[in-house]
């Protein structure tokens, strides 16, 4: 017999996101921004000093979408490129001072969504939720071009014995998840 939809976690997984995407397009709007620029704002916080091709490849499109969107935040002077010391070629992504309320709003919002679903679920199925989502997500990494790609800038980033570079710029979590696929 067929399960229903209602039960079928991928579609569960899939509303359940496409449900945050628009709650989270509809409060960026309201500071005439899109999703994408928060999103832009949201990684560049965790990984300050991320080059624009190593965010396209974190948030999953091409390096031309990621400098149309740093276009614009930069035009409303919330975040700066700045020049890397050891290669003229790249651009270093730096947030600045007027995004820390825009920051601000995405945390408290998440906070939010966490609170509801600890009061819907519990803290415990929550933590049991996200063990499980996280185990699946590195099992779909590993198993994808994705984990392949996103390696090889972790690599990238790593740095090597004597080297003076710190690796500052790549999101932990996919540098983590990039470690544990390769």
Not at 20 to 48: C, K, Y
Not at 73 to 98: F, S
Request: hydrophobic share 40%; proline share 6%; net charge positive.
């Amino acid at each position: 017999m067929t399960e229903s939809l209602d039960r079928d976690p991928v579609v569960l997984l899939y509303d359940v996101a496409r449900i945050m995407r628009t709650n989270f397009d509809q409060r960026a709007r309201a500071r005439g921004m899109t999703r994408a620029q928060w999103h832009i704002l949201a990684r560049v916080e965790r990984s300050p000093g991320v080059s624009q091709s190593e965010l396209a490849a974190i948030c999953e499109v091409e390096p031309i979408t990621v400098a149309r969107l740093v276009d614009r935040l930069e035009q409303r002077g919330l975040l700066e490129r700045r020049p890397d010391p050891n290669d003229r070629r790249i651009w270093r992504l730096h947030n600045l001072p007027p995004a820390r309320p825009i920051l601000d709003e995405i945390s408290a919002y998440r906070e939010e969504l966490i609170r509801d679903i600890d009061a819907h679920i519990g803290r415990e199925a929550r933590e049991a939720m996200v063990d499980a989502l996280t185990a699946v997500r590195v099992r779909m990494i590993a198993a994808s071009d994705l984990g392949r790609s996103v390696g090889a800038i972790a690599r990238r980033r790593v740095p090597r014995p004597g080297s003076t570079s710190e690796g500052a710029g790549l999101d932990p979590d996919v540098a983590s998840r990039a470690a544990t696929s390769s």
